[in-house]
């Protein structure tokens, strides 16, 4: 994955920082565009994953739209000149509602009938009709990570089956409300395609129901999570694109002249991002020796937030192991007060020594952008590749 000359660099460049293969994310959008073209379906990029102005621009210039969840992410997407900006979230303040509308953006997502109600009060006070989508609850399991679950009627998010009758007859009423869609967001970091699946048969039972209701709906929306190989990802680069649209070609029932939608966040950036760190100490202790890094969870969060894995390389050591190369068994750790700030227990590392450079891989999703200056820590930084 990294070259000699790479290593070498990252040997003059302080830690911890990210590191952005933007060669690599160039391909994985070539890919995407590739497979989404061939049914003519419209990409948003989730810019929760990664708002890093770099990745933004490679982004925005392969033509993707941009999927917003705050006013911020709003304005950002704005700065960029993304085209299409589709605003989703359990909570919009009205400040963020009123950035939303004076950037004409084509859509709110919707939750709930006070949301759209205060949308149309604000939309009113501006004078402009505000494009809005139901965010539908399809009580779908998309069998991931209970913390990125979405689609369970037990999660907080969208508008649940039983009271869509009632949202929908409320929202024609209002005179500065457009409907122009339904959208859906199972979860994320989704691996098994069946749940995708499942959302399909339950959105075409949904669009039933809005056509025996005479709603005419403009686009359908069927969110993000499609998840990438945190576990071998030089073997998996580039997620499978092929097959993810192909399964919506195949058992999603669009009406004539109407637009399907994803918003992929993960799927894009994460395989091009590593978090790159350098070892402070090796500690021996009763049963394990720890690694202790320069980075923690304050720079990557993702372990402790939801157990998840990250293959971590030695990439000082790695380089050109040879037969007699040690492989010892390390819990890796930052320097947070805090327990939880472990990247990763029992791993076979070659022997390592103080000084060492750690690759931490797949980190250019959900990691810088949920970075933070706990215990008064320097913000993570970021270096790219082009
Ligand atoms: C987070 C989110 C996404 C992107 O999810 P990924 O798993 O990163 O693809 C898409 N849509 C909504 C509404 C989201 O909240």
Known sequence: MFSKETIQKFQNTPTPFYYYDLGMLGGTLDALKKESVKYGYHVHYALKANANNEILSVIQQAGLGADCVSGNEVKKAGEHNFEKIFFAGVGKSDEEINTALDKNISCFNCESLQEIEVINELANKRNK????????????????????????????????????????????????????????????????????????????????????????????????????????????????????????NQFLELRPKQTLHFEIGRAIVAQCGSLISKVLFVKKGVSTNFVILDAGMTELIRPALYQSYHKIENISQIQYPTSNTQYLKYDVVGPICESSDCFGKAVMLPETKRGDLIAIRTTGAYGEVMSSQYNLREKAKAVYSV
Do not use: M
Not at 134 to 160: C, D, M, S, W
Not at 181 to 198: E, N, P, R, V
């Open 129 to 248: 009709i505000a494009p809005i989508a139901f965010r539908i609850n399809p009580n779908v399991n998309a069998n991931t990570h209970k913390y990125i679950t979405t689609g369970l009627e037990e999660n907080k998010f969208g508008i649940n089956l039983w009271e869509l009758e009632e949202v929908v007859k409320r929202t024609q009423q209002l005179k500065n409300i457009k409907i122009t869609g339904i959208h859906f967001h199972i979860g994320s970091q989704i691996t098994d395609l069946s749940a995708y699946k499942s959302l399909c048969l339950r959105a075409n039972e949904i669009q039933s129901w809005f056509v025996s209701h005479k709603v005419p709906l403009e686009h359908i929306n069927v969110g993000g999570g499609l998840g990438v190989d945190y576990h071998t990802p030089d073997k998996n680069l580039i997620p499978d694109f092929s097959s993810y649209f192909s399964l919506f």
